[in-house]
């Protein structure tokens, strides 16, 4: 099964401007022996047909490959995160996932979701949408740890009604090639949506994240803030659109890329863009990229501790501001406790 | 303890030490004092191996090692404290953290245990308290929004825990007020153990009253013109440069 080859289905070209520098092209020409859906170990859960027009092409790979949507609707507050751990084992596989996550009114949830693989030349093409209603407060931590000679495309669509919090957190661990598109269309008003990622890739990891947000409701905000740390060969785009329309007034929409390049041959692609229709809001957007700093090394150096530790000191430092970001205590245990040996 | 030899160094190319002599002896107060740019920091960067500057010629002993072949963390657990001018924010590393590694990699350095946990409170505890510095600093991030005067304070809950054998002061007093000073004064004077050896920079006359030099050393073009003792500090503050016959050479 070639991407390229499905009938009907038109996915982006080289040249689109919102995908432009996402590197496609290996997992669209590649023949995967099978296609497969991708089962969630939990019993009982709604499955509905996925009928949505999503903001971009990529939904509809999944949708088109299989268009069943498991839905989890969470209608009381829960007091642990609801953990979904992803396990690819079979090689030259193509596996789909669809899941709708419903967080009825003012209900607070949290959901962890680790995407981890042992197999070779296998992709996981997974639509994920959620749908925080009033006065719901949601927090999603997504861990991507899939490995070379594997793909992870990663669409997430985000639907906040009035007063609702979404905040979403990714760590990009792998160093397979990794697509992150999430789009929010902020309809309502008084959203609050943030969106943090650290990205500490290494090898030849080749990672994407498609940002698009858009501000339709009054008095919305959106933070996406993303923390780049990139050894070896690794590359990445960073690519981040936030629109505010003519009504959306007093919104608030902030982007922020901080990237540190730990090689020579390591890259990144930012372009954070804000296209504002209106003069009441409060917005910024800004990209950094350099080395760790040399006066902050020297300091640690001069009391003693060696380059190596200070080394390592500075860049969880930097790594740690997308931790620290984290509301829910129990998300942030999982996430520093962490291994991969414990998840494949 | 220390002996400098003809040392010359430069920083972006441009001579800034031109052939400086000094040697100091264990348990001796040195103090560096000199016209801006005379290039009195650039000596206790050199000695502290700062990536500015490139020593082109002379010799550093220390402790009968050649210092120029150890790096910046070697020269720091060899007991090289240098006190900065501005010290540097660091988010995100928090203080205490900060400052037990750094006691954990001194005493790995000389083949001792790290320190543990309760070992390092009760430090914190008994010398933050043996002169009322505050211990809340090391609940934050390294220097992060400190004021200047905390930032000082901070590099002096350092210098007592690191304990090193030669501290180098460099305008530790600029920007404090006047019971800053004297706690700097405490801290020096307390550590002065007649092993201990002091290099501090200073331009006036109030951390000398407090902190006695045996030796003054004024500064000028990169090399030491006069050397006296602390009725030098005095006859400066009384004359000023010109005054005891120091030219301007940068004009």
Do not use: W
């Given at each position: 099964?070639?991407?390229?080859?499905?009938?009907?289905?038109?996915?982006?070209?080289?040249?689109?401007?919102?995908?432009?520098?996402?590197?496609?092209?290996?997992?669209?020409?590649?023949?995967?022996?099978?296609?497969?859906?991708?089962?969630?170990?939990?019993?009982?859960?709604?499955?509905?047909?996925?009928?949505?027009?999503?903001?971009?092409?990529?939904?509809?790979?999944?949708?088109?490959?299989?268009?069943?949507?498991?839905?989890?609707?969470?209608?009381?507050?829960?007091?642990?995160?609801?953990?979904?751990?992803?396990?690819?084992?079979?090689?030259?596989?193509?596996?789909?996932?669809?899941?709708?996550?419903?967080?009825?009114?003012?209900?607070?949830?949290?959901?962890?979701?680790?995407?981890?693989?042992?197999?070779?030349?296998?992709?996981?093409?997974?639509?994920?949408?959620?749908?925080?209603?009033?006065?719901?407060?949601?927090?999603?931590?997504?861990?991507?740890?899939?490995?070379?000679?594997?793909?992870?495309?990663?669409?997430?669509?985000?639907?906040?009604?009035?007063?609702?919090?979404?905040?979403?957190?990714?760590?990009?661990?792998?160093?397979?090639?990794?697509?992150?598109?999430?789009?929010?269309?902020?309809?309502?008003?008084?959203?609050?949506?943030?969106?943090?990622?650290?990205?500490?890739?290494?090898?030849?990891?080749?990672?994407?994240?498609?940002?698009?947000?858009?501000?339709?409701?009054?008095?919305?905000?959106?933070?996406?803030?993303?923390?780049?740390?990139?050894?070896?060969?690794?590359?990445?785009?960073?690519?981040?659109?936030?629109?505010?329309?003519?009504?959306?007034?007093?919104?608030?929409?902030?982007?922020?890329?901080?990237?540190?390049?730990?090689?020579?041959?390591?890259?990144?692609?930012?372009?954070?863009?804000?296209?504002?229709?209106?003069?009441?809001?409060?917005?910024?957007?800004?990209?950094?990229?350099?080395?760790?700093?040399?006066?902050?090394?020297?300091?640690?150096?001069?009391?003693?501790?060696?380059?190596?530790?200070?080394?390592?000191?500075?860049?969880?430092?930097?790594?740690?501001?997308?931790?620290?970001?984290?509301?829910?205590?129990?998300i942030k245990e999982f996430i520093d406790s962490y291994e991969r040996k414990n998840y494949v | 303890m220390l002996e400098i030899k003809d040392l010359k160094v430069n920083i972006n190319d441009k001579e800034i030490l031109k052939g400086l002599n000094l040697n100091i002896k264990e348990g001796e107060v040195h103090a560096l004092m000199g016209i801006n740019g005379a290039g009195k920091s650039t000596l206790v960067k050199t000695l502290s191996a700062h990536y500015d500057c490139v020593v082109t010629e002379g010799s550093i002993t220390y402790k009968k090692k050649d210092l120029l072949d150890l790096d910046v963390s070697d020269r720091a657990n060899e007991g090289i404290f240098m006190s900065f001018q501005n010290p540097i924010e660091v988010p995100g590393v928090n203080n205490s953290y900060f400052l037990k590694t750094a006691i954990s990699e001194k005493r790995k350095y000389a083949g001792e245990d790290e320190i543990d946990t309760m070992d390092f409170l009760k430090l914190i505890k008994e010398q933050t308290s043996k002169f009322n510095l505050d211990k809340k600093l090391l609940q934050r991030d390294l220097n992060e929004g400190f004021s200047g005067g905390e930032k000082k304070r901070n590099e002096l809950i350092q210098l007592l825990l690191l304990d090193p054998d030669l501290i180098m002061l460099d305008e530790i007093d600029s920007g404090l007020d006047v019971d800053a000073i004297k706690t700097v004064a405490n801290v020096v004077n307390a550590m002065l153990d007649g092993k201990k050896s002091v290099l501090m920079i200073t331009h006036y006359d109030r951390l000398l009253e407090l902190i006695k030099p045996d030796f003054v050393h004024i500064l000028n073009d990169g090399q030491i013109v006069k050397t006296g003792d602390y009725s030098l500090a005095l006859e400066l503050d009384e004359k000023g440069y010109e005054g005891i016959g120091i030219k301007d050479e940068t004009k």
């Amino acid at each position: 099964m070639r991407l390229n080859d499905i009938e009907g289905l038109v996915l982006p070209a080289k040249k689109d401007e919102e995908f432009i520098k996402v590197n496609f092209a290996e997992l669209f020409s590649y023949d995967f022996k099978n296609t497969q859906n991708y089962n969630f170990d939990i019993m009982g859960l709604e499955i509905r047909k996925d009928t949505k027009k999503y903001a971009n092409s990529l939904f509809e790979i999944t949708k088109n490959l299989d268009n069943k949507q498991v839905v989890l609707t969470i209608n009381s507050n829960i007091p642990e995160p609801i953990c979904l751990i992803h396990k690819i084992n079979e090689d030259e596989t193509f596996f789909t996932n669809s899941l709708k996550i419903e967080v009825k009114e003012n209900v607070k949830a949290s959901v962890i979701e680790v995407f981890t693989n042992t197999s070779t030349n296998s992709a996981y093409c997974v639509n994920r949408s959620f749908e925080v209603n009033e006065n719901a407060d949601f927090e999603y931590a997504k861990i991507q740890d899939i490995n070379d000679v594997n793909y992870l495309l990663f669409n997430l669509d985000i639907d906040q009604k009035d007063n609702s919090k979404c905040k979403v957190t990714n760590f990009e661990y792998g160093n397979g090639v990794i697509v992150n598109n999430i789009v929010n269309i902020l309809d309502n008003k008084s959203c609050d949506y943030e969106l943090n990622s650290l990205v500490k890739s290494k090898d030849s990891a080749n990672t994407a994240n498609v940002i698009k947000t858009v501000h339709n409701g009054e008095s919305s905000i959106s933070n996406i803030n993303f923390k780049h740390s990139l050894k070896d060969h690794s590359r990445t785009v960073f690519k981040a659109l936030s629109r505010v329309n003519e009504k959306a007034f007093y919104s608030k929409a902030f982007q922020n890329s901080n990237t540190i390049l730990l090689s020579n041959d390591a890259a990144i692609y930012a372009q954070p863009h804000l296209e504002i229709l209106i003069d009441e809001l409060e917005a910024s957007h800004g990209a950094t990229t350099g080395t760790l700093d040399k006066d902050q090394l020297l300091y640690l150096q001069s009391r003693g501790i060696n380059k190596n530790l200070a080394y390592e000191i500075l860049l969880k430092a930097f790594e740690s501001k997308i931790y620290d970001n984290i509301d829910d205590k129990l998300i942030k245990e999982f996430i520093d406790s962490y291994e991969r040996k414990n998840y494949v | 303890m220390l002996e400098i030899k003809d040392l010359k160094v430069n920083i972006n190319d441009k001579e800034i030490l031109k052939g400086l002599n000094l040697n100091i002896k264990e348990g001796e107060v040195h103090a560096l004092m000199g016209i801006n740019g005379a290039g009195k920091s650039t000596l206790v960067k050199t000695l502290s191996a700062h990536y500015d500057c490139v020593v082109t010629e002379g010799s550093i002993t220390y402790k009968k090692k050649d210092l120029l072949d150890l790096d910046v963390s070697d020269r720091a657990n060899e007991g090289i404290f240098m006190s900065f001018q501005n010290p540097i924010e660091v988010p995100g590393v928090n203080n205490s953290y900060f400052l037990k590694t750094a006691i954990s990699e001194k005493r790995k350095y000389a083949g001792e245990d790290e320190i543990d946990t309760m070992d390092f409170l009760k430090l914190i505890k008994e010398q933050t308290s043996k002169f009322n510095l505050d211990k809340k600093l090391l609940q934050r991030d390294l220097n992060e929004g400190f004021s200047g005067g905390e930032k000082k304070r901070n590099e002096l809950i350092q210098l007592l825990l690191l304990d090193p054998d030669l501290i180098m002061l460099d305008e530790i007093d600029s920007g404090l007020d006047v019971d800053a000073i004297k706690t700097v004064a405490n801290v020096v004077n307390a550590m002065l153990d007649g092993k201990k050896s002091v290099l501090m920079i200073t331009h006036y006359d109030r951390l000398l009253e407090l902190i006695k030099p045996d030796f003054v050393h004024i500064l000028n073009d990169g090399q030491i013109v006069k050397t006296g003792d602390y009725s030098l500090a005095l006859e400066l503050d009384e004359k000023g440069y010109e005054g005891i016959g120091i030219k301007d050479e940068t004009k």
